[in-house]
């Protein structure tokens, strides 16, 4: 195992699983099945990597599928999980695949795009840790287009002109009193002078007094926009990598541009950056990692499951895209334009409301690659008024941000967030249940005033009490048509 690797599962070694459920409390209000479910599953992972070599191999994660409706926190609870652990993560929808034969996107492309993602973050540590000498590059290739060296501060190379012409240009022959003679270069004033120059430069560049200066800078041009044109939107995914490999194969044409120094500051950062990394080893340590600690989390998988025996209609395509699910989900070789990819220990979770269908309309083989199933509650009153109260991101404060950007104060009483949480909970009775998504709607057309006005010199105030929320919501609520179409 590499030691980027193993690196990356050391973060793991300091969360256990009550700890994961309680970072987990901060940004969502209860789900504690759920929770506990996934904190036991990402913990497993650092587990596995410190049983014997021999039974290693065997030991498979356990895939995990969460039944609940819309809002509860599904989504929520897979990328935080993911965002803690570091992990390579990627959501995607099961509705937008197909079975292989029909237009659409192939189940594989989600490996794919997991392995995108894994090399979007080993970049980003890479960058991290090369950051400082990458700025310092930068700076002397600024200071060079700034100050180009003078030909009377270059030192001489040692080859003579033809017949002696110009041997002794810019030497001074000094003759001492013994009788040696000293051989003493012109140049070195020169150089000193340029030097002295360049050191003035480097620190008027780092106070930023020279960022409106121009410079001259080389980029690369971009490659043929009719290689973009044989790719169209949807088609096969082998089409990208065959894209790739022509723009690979032709010759890489530059061009110069004049840009002022802060836009050649990110343009030569980006190549020092692209010099210093090497993409091989960046490569390879994305694919390990991916291997190893990958996660793939499958939303809205109840749009896939038909009803069972169906021989005619969309099931045939559902059925199909569960079958081409199966082998990714069980283990299999999946061929990326980055190398081969084995996904016998990614994670699957997968999510689902399953309102009309149920997990048994999966097929036996994907339900029992899905051990373990966790049903979420749907929220209640009192869940709003946790959710807007205790998360670190909770919409009152999101709010309340937004609003002191304005040079206001905006502060919501108890009694005003117990009547948004009411006004929510009876609105997701009376019409569909999205569960905590009400919350936004319900706040926006709360603060809507308020966000218009802004700025405004007369309120550097706003107090949010249960008469405001009435005056602005419950009106809306009460008249079905309004509320069909604002909330």
Do not use: C
Not at 122 to 147: C, F, K, N, S, Y
Not at 257 to 271: F, P
Not at 316 to 336: A, C, F, K, W, Y
């Amino acid at each position: 195992m590499s030691s980027r690797i193993e690196q990356a599962l050391a973060r793991l070694a300091d969360l256990t699983p009550r700890q994961i459920v309680s970072e987990l409390d901060r940004y969502i209000v209860g789900q504690q099945d759920a929770k506990k479910a996934v904190a036991i599953a990402l913990r497993n992972r650092w587990r596995r990597q410190r049983a014997p070599e021999p039974i290693r191999d065997e030991i498979s994660p356990n895939n995990i599928i969460l039944i609940g409706p819309t809002g509860v926190g599904k989504t929520e609870i897979a990328r935080r999980l993911a965002r803690l652990s570091g992990a390579p993560f990627v959501k995607v929808e099961a509705s937008k695949f197909t079975e292989v034969g029909y237009v659409g996107r192939d189940v594989e492309s989600m490996v794919r795009d997991l392995v995108e993602s894994a090399i979007d973050m080993v970049r980003t540590e890479r960058e991290g840790e090369i950051e400082d000498l990458a700025h310092e590059r930068v700076t002397e290739r600024l200071l060079d287009l700034l100050l180009p060296v003078p030909s009377d501060a270059r030192v001489p190379t040692p080859t003579a002109s033809p017949e002696g012409q110009g041997a002794a240009a810019g030497n001074v022959f000094v003759v001492s009193s013994t009788g040696a003679v000293q051989q003493e270069k012109e140049v070195d004033g020169a150089a000193d002078r340029y030097q002295r120059t360049r050191d003035k430069l480097r620190h008027l560049l780092k106070d930023g007094q020279l960022e409106s200066r121009e410079v001259e800078v080389e980029v690369s041009q971009s490659a043929s926009p009719m290689l973009d044109v044989m790719t169209p939107q949807g088609a096969p995914e082998g089409m990208e990598s065959f894209s790739d490999m022509l723009k690979d194969m032709l010759p890489k044409r530059t061009k110069k541009r004049h840009v002022k120094v802060a836009e050649a500051r990110r343009i030569l950062l980006e190549q020092e950056l692209d010099k210093l990394i090497d993409k091989d080893d960046l490569v390879t340590d994305a694919l390990d990692r991916v291997e190893k600690m990958g996660i793939i989390f499958l939303d809205e998988v109840d749009k896939i499951a038909g009803a069972r025996g169906e021989t005619m209609g969309p099931d045939v395509s559902r059925e199909g895209v569960q079958r081409d699910l199966l082998p990714i989900v069980e283990g299999s070789n999946v061929q990326t334009k980055h190398g081969m990819v084995k996904t016998d220990h990614v994670l699957f979770i997968a999510a689902g409301a399953f309102h009309v269908s149920k997990p048994s309309d999966l097929i036996p083989e994907l339900q029992g690659r899905f051990p373990i199933r966790v049903e979420l509650k749907p929220l209640t009153e009192a869940d709003f008024v946790r959710i807007m109260t205790e998360p670190e991101n909770a919409l009152t404060k999101q709010y309340s941000a937004l609003v002191a950007a304005e040079g206001a104060v905006l502060t919501f009483t108890d009694d005003g967030i117990a009547e948004i949480a009411r006004l929510a909970a009876l609105a997701n009775v009376r019409m569909e249940n999205i569960g905590a998504r009400r919350l936004h709607t319900v706040m926006t057309t709360l603060l809507e005033e308020v966000l218009f006005t802004l700025p405004d010199p007369a309120t550097t105030a706003v107090t949010v009490d249960r008469t405001m929320v009435q005056d602005r919501v419950k009106g809306v609520l009460e008249d079905e048509d309004l509320r069909k179409y604002i909330l």
